[in-house]
């Protein structure tokens, strides 16, 4: 089993910038690619960014593009998801995951089979 516990929501104005953290602890061998997702009330769970843990390889929704960032340390304990230029449609509750099934799609939910609690973000217009 992975347990995943995520740090750094809160609530900033448009154009600010936050960062996630999500710490894998447990059977981390077992996790190929991690992943950041969010759900806003009402609306489906969106994958945001991806990564493959041991090559690197990182997708991302076009929502985010150019203003998300997906990374790892570099003893590949810890995985980021630094925010820059948020706007209020990025308000949410955000998602940490790690999974094996990365041939699905590092954004799709099918890859991932652990998932953390969620930490809101909240961006004010």
Request: net charge positive; hydrophobic share 30%.
């Amino acid at each position: 089993q992975v347990q995943l516990v995520e740090s750094g929501g809160g609530s900033v104005q448009a154009g600010g910038s936050l960062r996630l953290s999500c710490a894998p602890s447990g059977d981390t061998y077992s996790a190929y690619c991690m992943g950041w997702f969010r759900q806003a009330p009402g609306k489906e769970r969106e994958g945001v960014a991806g990564v493959v843990i041991a090559s690197g390889t990182t997708a991302y929704a076009d929502s985010v593009k150019g203003r998300f960032t997906i990374s790892q340390d570099s003893a590949k304990t810890t995985l980021y998801l630094e925010m820059n230029s948020l706007k209020p449609e990025d308000t949410a509750m955000y998602y940490c995951a790690a999974g094996k099934n990365c041939w699905r799609g590092l954004r799709a939910p099918v890859s991932y089979n652990h998932w953390g609690q969620g930490t809101q973000v909240t961006v004010s217009s």
